[in-house]
């Protein structure tokens, strides 16, 4: 999990622990990695049923990649900063496409997860979710391991998909089924909801591709802190590189913090700055840019610049001592 700074208590990966949840149907399924199974299907050479141990069999990979979800489908403008940054250990789909050997008609693969029920005033509904062949060939993880342990009951056990670069929604969780189409599924959750219009465009796509953020971790929002020099650090991310990171205290103009690069893994990136923080109350922002030039809203969309508050005290003792 490592600290990335001695003085700060934020991690680089975030303990399974305190990962979000989100589940859109239910009851959930509880599997069983010995009965499970997974069917390829539809415009392939060879349908397959893989069960956990063909999945053990193939080639194993492993990344660390942000895990954020896009928020509440029906309020897509809404910033939820439901965010963490994991390290996954599974197979490519790839791997497994190889097996079954698409059709040259295929263009889109779906992925299906074994939870069903009911939501938005629709019942009878299975998890599904789609994405381009070839982009999901080249991206999507199949993934078994979160943070070197199997995955939990919760988080999509024995497998799931992990689409690294896109929201949690494209993560399809307790995969059952993959079918290789000609189309997109006509679906609640593929083209009725978990779509958008892009900023300056006029239609709606589908939820895919991060967009650029960032998050405020150190301070603590609403925490005191000691007037004076202050570390504030937290962590960006979008779907290329975080190229700079600015911070703004108060009405004082947009600071550059320091960044790490992204490495070839989309992980988080790290950035801090040390500020000298007057005696009273502030509001601390922060405001990424990445490598296509996207730069966070001031406000109005859910990657909308973050806020922090805190108060900064003349009289704090320093930490340890009475
Ligand atoms: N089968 C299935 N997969 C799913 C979902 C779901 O409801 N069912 N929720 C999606 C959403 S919206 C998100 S943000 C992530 C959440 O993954 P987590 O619960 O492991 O954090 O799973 C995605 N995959
Ligand atoms: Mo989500």
């Not at 978990?194 to 991060?210: D, F, I, L, N, S």
Request: hydrophobic share 40%.
């Amino acid at each position: 999990m490592f600290r990335t700074d001695p003085e700060t208590p934020d991690l680089f990966i975030t303990p399974v622990d305190e990962v979000f949840i989100r589940n859109h149907l239910g009851p959930l399924p509880r599997l069983d990695r010995a009965t499970w199974s997974l069917t390829v299907e539809g415009l392939v050479e060879r349908p397959l049923r893989l069960d956990f141990p063909d999945i053990q069999g193939l080639p194993q990979t492993r990344l660390t990649a942000v895990h954020e979800c896009f928020g509440n489908p029906l309020r897509p403008d809404v910033p939820t900063r439901a965010v963490t940054n994991l390290e996954w250990a599974g197979v490519p789909l790839a791997a497994v496409l190889e097996l079954a050997g698409p059709r040259p008609e295929a263009r889109h693969v779906w992925l299906e997860g074994a939870d069903t029920g009911d939501f938005a005033g629709e019942s009878g509904l299975s998890y599904l979710k789609d994405l381009p062949l070839d982009q999901a060939s080249a991206e999507v993880v199949l993934a078994h391991t979160m943070n070197g342990e199997p995955l939990r009951p919760d988080h999509g056990y024995p497998l799931r998909a992990v689409a690294p670069l896109m929201f949690g929604t494209n993560s399809v969780k307790w995969l059952s089924r993959i079918v290789l189409a000609a189309d997109r599924p006509d679906h609640l959750f593929t083209t009725r909801l978990y779509t958008r219009v892009p900023p300056g465009g006029r239609e709606a796509v589908p939820v895919r591709e991060k967009d650029v953020s960032s998050k405020l971790l150190t301070p603590g929002d609403g925490s005191s802190v000691p007037a004076g020099s202050c570390a504030l650090a937290g962590y960006a991310w979008s779907s290329t590189e975080v190229t700079s990171v600015e911070i703004a205290v108060d009405d004082a103009d947009w600071q550059p913090a320091a960044l790490d690069r992204r490495g070839p893994d989309p992980a988080w990136q790290r950035f801090r700055l040390r500020y000298d923080l007057a005696p009273g109350p502030h509001r601390i922002r922060c405001r990424a840019t990445d490598s296509a030039g996207r730069v966070q809203p001031l406000t109005g969309d859910r990657n909308a610049v973050h806020e922090i508050r805190v108060v900064a005290g003349a009289g704090s003792p320093p930490a340890g001592r009475a």
